[in-house]
Each structure stands twice: as structure tokens, then as C-alpha cells.
């Protein structure tokens, strides 16, 4: 029976195996897509990304270079979520069943109130990852604004 695992194991392994620079492209997208609204909903780049990370435990990719990537791709995909964000007002119109202006009302109300701590609390949860970029500049808070709660 054990041998009959690890067989298969190995089976769904050899592909991988074979994808060579493309894991490290995979993990790259993934992770891109995965803060973006609403694609970050349905994609699971926790999941892809820890399993390429199995994989490397096995030899077939390196490490380091999993972790750059994967960090490198959570950036660039914050930075397309920010910046449609500052686009984001134009789809939200009361008469939209989701899209609400009120609901972008609570949302300036909520940055106000907690803004520094949403932006790192949403990186461990998932489905708000996506969504504090996107409405961080949704709500436009000001620059200034952000800079004296940092105290920069």
C-alpha cells in the first residue's frame, strides 16, 4: 500500500518536474493574480505556492528563488489592485446590488478608523487580500493623512 502511494505521488510529481523555468512563471502569475479583485477571490495561490514549495523540498525547484518570486508577485499584484483602485469609484452606483455607494461609504469610514492596521492584518486573510488595496485608494484617504498616522 505505501508503495502504492508513493508511486503516485511520483506520477503527479514528473510534470512538475518537467516544467522547469515555467514553475518559477506559475508561481509568479499566481501570486500576481491573487491580489487582484475579484480574480484573487477564486484563485488559490496559498495553495500553488506552498505546493511548488513541496516541490522544492523534493529538488526540483530552488527555494530562495520561490520565495523572491512569490514575494516579488504579491507586490506587483498589490500595486494593480492599487492602482485600480484609484479607478474603482466609477463602477459603484446605487443602483448595483454589490457595488453600493453606501458600501463605499463604510468602507472610508472603516480606513479612517483603522487603515494602517487593515493594509497587514489583510495579508493573512484571504479573501480581503485582494480587496484593502483595491479600496484603500477607492476611498481615497489623503497622503497626508497617511503620513502622520505613520508619523513620517
Do not use: C
Request: hydrophobic residues 45%; proline residues 5%.
Amino acid at each position: 500500500m505505501k508503495k502504492a502511494v508513493t508511486d503516485y505521488i511520483y506520477t503527479i510529481l514528473r510534470p512538475f518536474k518537467n516544467l522547469g523555468i515555467w514553475g518559477y512563471w506559475a508561481v509568479l502569475f499566481t501570486s500576481i493574480l491573487e491580489a487582484v479583485p475579484p480574480i484573487g477571490f477564486v484563485l488559490p495561490s496559498g495553495i500553488i505556492v506552498g505546493m511548488f514549495g513541496f516541490f522544492a523540498s523534493q529538488g526540483y525547484y530552488d527555494i530562495k528563488n520561490l520565495v523572491w518570486i512569490a514575494g516579488l508577485g504579491a507586490v506587483i499584484g498589490d500595486v494593480i489592485s492599487y492602482y485600480l483602485g484609484t479607478r474603482g469609484t466609477l463602477f459603484f452606483r446605487n443602483e448595483n446590488k454589490i457595488l453600493r455607494l453606501s458600501h463605499l461609504e463604510k468602507a472610508k469610514e472603516f480606513f479612517n478608523k483603522h487603515g494602517n492596521k487593515s493594509i497587514i492584518l489583510s495579508r493573512f486573510v484571504g479573501p480581503l487580500r485582494p480587496l484593502i488595496p483595491y479600496f484603500q485608494l477607492s476611498v481615497r484617504p489623503s497622503v497626508q493623512n497617511a503620513k502622520q498616522k505613520l508619523r513620517i
